[in-house]
């Protein structure tokens, strides 16, 4: 069995607050109590956004929820014309990305997404041995559609392409599936995603595992969750762990965050960042993960993903990183209130986006844009990110709730 080390020395932040060390919020005024802080406006999201986690879902919700199942189990699939989601040989986070955008393009267009033919929307991360057509969806999340490609026609959609997110095509969405009220594009896309990405009864299993021996709830704690991605991305821009750690302890000084959950590709940001940033810091150890032979300059993840798969039942091993990856988005969502990561990188807009289904992180920073996380929707009109103030030199976002309806 592998044997699993929970890092943590105290639940107390070592960072002095004049007042409440645990929230820095006075809910009453909607502003920073601590006379010693930095003061920045709060803007409260809309109560359409806003929930308890998990969310119940509205009317709205329950509408749009019942228009995709009739469109991706249809009672007959012979002779329909699909969009099909092409998969491809990218990392984790970019096929639930390019996933979910393939199924936008389908509904907006009205038709029904499914799996590409052939080797494409297989993933290596996915065990053979665990599930053999080795798809996110059936494998880890839902069942994208009981239609298979070769029962219709191929609309020729562009998995890409997100030009074709407008208002507009959003509004007639909305119609078709008989909404009550009319709702921003970021509503739709939050709410397909999330529906998207239902856990399987295998993730469920292994989200309680993991919830287990890693994320305990403890009275008192605020949590924030940090993504550093250094690795194969090379086309993204490298932020160093110091700079990671400035905005770290940042958030930690305005927020109150008295956690830090803590996720990278390279092993060294685990032991900069222990000594970098104050309170204590949270990991899933990396004997978990099935990444082999990493030198801080590593080929292009292609080249070593079919290394990566942990799942060995007889070593008491019933994971593969597909489960791993995807119980650490949705025990994030649920354990912290900020997030801090390269949004460049899918693994944080993912999240970001997955948890505003339900209720907006209390604080974020993209590192790469200062602000503007993007699954693309560039094609949208920019997220609102609330004021922006400088402090001691480093740029804080807040959030705004405009435009979230």
Request: aromatic share 8%; charged share 25%; with cysteine.
């Given at each position: 069995l592998v044997v699993a080390v929970f890092i943590a020395t105290s639940s107390k932040s070592m960072v002095s607050y004049e007042g409440s060390s645990e929230r820095l919020l006075n809910d009453a005024a909607n502003?920073?109590?601590?006379?010693?802080?930095?003061?920045?406006?709060?803007?409260?999201?809309?109560?359409?956004?806003?929930?308890?986690?998990?969310?119940?879902?509205?009317?709205?919700?329950?509408?749009?929820?019942?228009?995709?199942?009739?469109?991706?189990?249809?009672?007959?699939?012979?002779?329909?014309?699909?969009a099909r989601w092409p998969g491809g040989f990218s990392g984790y986070g970019s096929q639930i990305g390019i996933l979910v955008r393939s199924l936008v393009n389908g509904l907006l267009t009205g038709h029904t997404t499914v799996v590409g033919p052939g080797y494409h929307g297989k993933h290596p991360y996915v065990s053979k041995k665990r599930c053999p057509k080795r798809t996110i969806t059936g494998c880890v999340y839902r069942e994208l559609s009981n239609c298979t490609a070769r029962q219709g026609r191929n609309a020729n959609l562009d998995a890409e392409d997100c030009t074709g997110w407008t208002q507009t095509a959003f509004d007639d969405l909305g119609r078709r599936a008989g909404l009550k009220s009319s709702h921003s594009k970021i509503w739709y896309f939050t709410r397909i995603l999330r529906w998207l990405m239902t856990p399987n009864e295998d993730l469920q299993k292994h989200i309680d595992i993991f919830r287990e021996k890693f994320f305990p709830r403890i009275s008192g704690e605020k949590s924030l969750c940090v993504h550093v991605r250094h690795g194969d991305r090379k086309e993204s821009k490298q932020y160093p762990d110091e700079q990671y750690a400035a905005i770290v302890n940042q958030a930690i000084y305005t927020h109150g965050f008295n956690r830090i959950y803590l996720m990278s590709d390279d092993p060294e940001s685990y032991k900069n960042l222990r000594a970098l940033i104050r309170p204590p810091i949270s990991t899933i150890p990396q004997e978990y993960f099935a990444v082999v032979n990493y030198t801080g300059n590593r080929q292009h993840a292609a080249n070593i993903v079919w290394e990566r798969q942990k799942y060995d039942p007889e070593k008491g091993v019933s994971w593969d990183e597909a489960l791993l990856f995807s119980a650490i988005f949705e025990l994030w969502i649920e354990n912290c209130e900020g997030l801090i990561g390269n949004f460049k990188s899918s693994f944080p807009s993912i999240m970001f986006f997955l948890r505003l289904a339900d209720s907006p992180f209390e604080f974020h920073y993209d590192m790469d844009k200062g602000g503007t996380p993007s699954l693309c929707l560039n094609h949208m009109a920019p997220l609102p990110m609330g004021h922006i103030t400088d402090i001691h030199g480093v740029k804080i976002l807040g959030h705004s709730s405009t435009g979230w309806k």
């Open positions: 502003e920073y109590s601590s006379s010693s802080t930095p003061r920045m406006n709060q803007p409260k999201p809309s109560d359409d956004v806003v929930k308890k986690h998990p969310t119940s879902l509205g009317e709205d919700e329950r509408l749009l929820i019942k228009y995709i199942e009739s469109m991706q189990y249809p009672s007959s699939c012979t002779g329909r014309t699909f």
